[in-house]
């Protein structure tokens, strides 16, 4: 049977309505349950001699690249956070080659071992004379909180626990390779750029063209590369990886995350969600606020979320004074029994007012029939939303004014832009220091072709193709 609607109740005098069919006239597709299917693989690690199938217990290394995968001869150095004080009182300041995260924790007797990534920190051999590093720091794709905070600790990292001078800032996403300046980058240079929105190296979407991108790196003898973007612009790194190798480069290419929808695969969350939740409250308070004073007040309040309703859920689950939350990865019908419209006439009866929350993904294929648009894309492959609030807040209006004879004051807020362009809070200042120094380290350890995050609360380094391999809902 397919599921058609969940409302999220949060209030306490609320329960959880049951989810019901979905109106056999309409096709709704849905997120797969499993998303991808991984076959047993042969996990390489950075010593080129050491090369197993996947144990006999089932236990799977998804290792990343290293730069002595195509340059064997590729010299070692000591770490030279051997002298530095600060990791000096430290038992043991280095990760252990043989220490990995497991990717599921909860597993039943006698089942696999599973999945495994390399732990994320400092080794005890890097691959780079610090004075030799030059290293670039490029920002894409859409806002999100935090942004600025990662490259703070990137340059940071760098040049405090490094020794690293020379950063570049590469302007306006991935097109600032070939068509804009760039900027060198200090620790007094992007001293306070954390309490500041944004992104302050600036973003744009498409623009890429792996040839120019790795002829620049080359020709401006860049070789350590930092990309913090979505799942387009991870994309985009992979192929940057691909020809470095190809090239035989000594670049290692590392990649920090970001969606602010919270929806990559594998690792636990992405850096500013906490904060967008956060800042979500607003209007949802904001709108609670509106309803409850005036007679038959309807809130809707639309939050971001292209294909998943982490934003909205988690607000809503935060306020408590939601009473119906939709998302993409349920859908959801209007009118009938269990429709939103019966459900929202049984609060109006019960409390004089109602507050909807809804990801803007939610209910595509209901405004997409309404207005007769065909399926577009922006410059990095997304799909083009409609807006979903405006929409729906014109259905419920005509139906309680039309069919319901019904007056009721409609309140439709949108904060979506307010949300993603704050800076970033105190926990996800912290994330997101983690996650920037963890990719310096990777890269100074010589691994090339990976992404940072939290695997059930350990740092990691994952593959790029894995990270990017996990399908985007249709």
Same mark, same amino acid.
């Given at each position: ?6 409302? =999220? ?12 069919? /979905?109106?056999?006239?309409? *096709? ?5 349950? $499993? ?5 047993? &693989?042969?996990?390489?690690? !950075? ?7 996947? +144990?006999?217990?089932?236990? @799977? ?21 051997? *002298? ?11 990760? !252990? ?5 497991? #990717? ?23 691959? =780079? ?21 990662? &490259? ?12 690293? +001078?020379d950063i570049l800032g590469i302007e306006g996403g991935y097109r600032g390779f070939y068509s804009k300046n760039t900027s060198q980058l200090t620790p007094k240079v992007v001293n306070d750029i954390h309490k500041r929105g944004g992104t302050f190296l600036r973003t744009s979407r ?10 620049? &790196? ?5 070789n350590q590369v930092y990309i913090i973007g979505g799942d387009g612009t991870q994309k985009g790194a992979a192929l940057i990886y691909q020809e470095v190798e190809k090239r035989g480069l000594q670049v290692a290419v590392a990649g920090i995350p970001k969606t602010i929808d919270n929806?990559?695969?594998?690792? +636990?969350?992405?850096?500013?969600? +906490? ?7 607003? /209007? ?17 309040? *639309? ?14 689950? /935060?306020?408590?004074? @939601? ?5 993409? #990865?349920?859908?959801?019908?209007? #009118? ?17 007012? @109602?507050?909807?929350?809804?990801? #803007? ?11 007769? $648009? ?7 492959g997304n799909r083009l939303l409609l807006d979903v609030g405006l929409w729906l807040s014109q259905q419920i209006k005509d139906h309680f004014t039309k069919v319901q004879k019904m007056a009721i004051n409609m309140k439709y807020i949108d904060p979506t832009y307010m949300i993603r ?23 100074? %350890? ?13 740092? /990691? ?5 894995? !990270?990017?391999? =996990?399908? %985007?809902?249709?």
């Amino acid at each position: 049977m397919e599921l058609s609607v969940s409302f =999220f109740a949060a209030r306490p005098h609320s329960c959880v309505l049951p989810v019901v069919p /979905a109106r056999p006239d309409l *096709k709704l597709r849905r997120r797969p349950l $499993t998303l991808r299917r991984r076959s047993a &693989i042969r996990a390489q690690v !950075s010593d080129p001699s050491r090369c197993r199938e996947t +144990d006999d217990d089932g236990f @799977v290394l998804e290792d990343v690249p290293h730069l002595t995968n195509f340059i064997p001869d590729l010299p070692s150095y000591p770490n030279p956070l051997h *002298k530095s004080q600060a990791y000096a009182i430290v038992k043991q300041t280095f990760v !252990s080659p043989e220490d990995v995260v497991a #990717e599921k924790i909860v597993v039943r007797k006698d089942s696999p071992r599973g999945v495994h990534f390399r732990r994320a920190g400092p080794r005890e051999k890097v691959y =780079f004379k610090s004075e030799e590093v030059r290293a670039c720091v490029v920002t894409c794709g859409g806002l999100c909180p935090g942004i600025n905070t990662v &490259i703070r600790e990137i340059v940071c990292g760098l040049n405090y626990m490094y020794g690293v +001078d020379d950063i570049l800032g590469i302007e306006g996403g991935y097109r600032g390779f070939y068509s804009k300046n760039t900027s060198q980058l200090t620790p007094k240079v992007v001293n306070d750029i954390h309490k500041r929105g944004g992104t302050f190296l600036r973003t744009s979407r498409g623009g890429h063209d792996t040839q120019k991108i790795v002829d620049n &790196i080359q020709d401006r003898g860049i070789n350590q590369v930092y990309i913090i973007g979505g799942d387009g612009t991870q994309k985009g790194a992979a192929l940057i990886y691909q020809e470095v190798e190809k090239r035989g480069l000594q670049v290692a290419v590392a990649g920090i995350p970001k969606t602010i929808d919270n929806d990559i695969a594998v690792i +636990d969350k992405s850096f500013g969600f +906490d904060t967008a939740v956060e800042e979500a409250q607003r /209007a949802i308070n904001a709108a609670h606020v509106e309803v409850e004073s005036v007679e038959n007040g309807v809130g809707v309040v *639309k939050l971001m979320g292209r294909y998943s309703g982490f934003i909205a859920m988690f607000a809503t689950l /935060a306020s408590r004074d @939601v009473d119906c939350c939709l998302i993409p #990865e349920s859908p959801f019908y209007l #009118e009938g029994k269990g429709g939103l419209f019966e459900f929202v006439e049984q609060r109006l009866k019960e409390n004089g007012h @109602v507050v909807i929350v809804l990801a #803007e993904g939610a209910g595509q294929e209901y405004v997409a029939q309404s207005m007769h $648009t065909v399926d577009g894309r922006d410059a990095s492959g997304n799909r083009l939303l409609l807006d979903v609030g405006l929409w729906l807040s014109q259905q419920i209006k005509d139906h309680f004014t039309k069919v319901q004879k019904m007056a009721i004051n409609m309140k439709y807020i949108d904060p979506t832009y307010m949300i993603r362009a704050i800076p970033s809070n105190a926990s996800d200042n912290i994330y997101c220091t983690l996650l920037a120094q963890s990719a310096v380290h990777g890269a100074m %350890a010589g691994y090339t072709g990976f992404t940072v995050g939290p695997v059930n609360s350990r740092h /990691a380094y994952i593959p790029i193709s894995v !990270s990017i391999s =996990f399908p %985007a809902l249709p």
